[in-house]
């Protein structure tokens, strides 16, 4: 089985964020996209503590098409350094992991 990984991106803006959920399912970069709700983000910027209101994003992929997923949101993301982390799926349904692998696959 290919590996399955949830990538996970923030930005500041809900339409962007559904642009970039949406942007990257068509390109088949991600099977599927969640945004969160927003909530209140608390950080270091520059020597300042920042708050913002963010939306979380997150990408349903495989391993493989992680770097291009990864260079896309990198090239559409409005942040100077936007978030993105990884996550390891250790276990699903085998239907969806299929499913996610499927979707993702260049044709």
């Known amino acids: 089985m290919t590996d399955i990984v949830i990538a996970q991106t923030t ?5 962007q ?8 399912v068509e390109s088949k970069l991600a099977a599927g996209a969640h945004i969160d709700a927003p909530f209140t983000a608390v ?9 913002a209101k963010e939306w979380r994003i997150s990408y349903m992929t495989t391993a493989d098409r992680l770097p291009e997923l ?10 100077e350094v936007p978030q993105w982390v990884t996550l390891p799926v250790t276990g699903g349904s085998g239907a969806y ?3 996610v692998v ?5 044709r």
């Open 11 to 15: 930005i500041d803006d809900e339409g």
């Open 17 to 24: 964020a559904k642009a970039l959920a949406r942007g990257a």
């Open 43 to 51: 950080y270091w910027w520059r020597s300042e503590i920042e708050t």
């Open 70 to 79: 990864e260079a896309w949101v990198s090239e559409r993301h409005s942040y």
């Open 97 to 99: 992991l299929s499913w």
């Open 102 to 106: 499927e979707e993702t696959t260049k």
